[in-house]
């Protein structure tokens, strides 16, 4: 039986992850080395660039496709990358949602005749 998830080269994803993965905060050390060093064939196969070449990886194929609910450490460390690259990145302001163009504030003072 051939080894799974074997990768000719180093997975990054500078584009999300510049520090690379362990040092983003999102990823345990373990986590991030498993996505580094193989990372490069589960997108591989996720994109049908290769073909799986055991059961270990057609299971990884069904996971991907929302068939099976992940198991293997492979299929959890790929679904939890996959969701924090969908996630939308989070942007704090100390305005909130609108900047008040005037100046003044959130309250407004209404007079009302009440006798």
Known sequence: MQQS???????FDDRNFPK???RSGR???AEGNLL???GAAMQEL???Q???VNEEEQRFLSVCRGEAEAESSF???WTKYKQKVQEKKKFHTVFGKK???DGSDDFSYVETDND
């Open 5 to 11: 998830f074997v990768a000719k080269r180093r997975f």
């Open 20 to 22: 690379g993965f362990t």
């Open 27 to 29: 990823f345990t050390l």
């Open 36 to 38: 580094e060093k193989h």
């Open 46 to 48: 996720e994109d049908g």
């Open 50 to 52: 290769r073909q799986p």
């Open 75 to 77: 299929e959890k460390v």
């Open 99 to 101: 900047r008040i163009a």
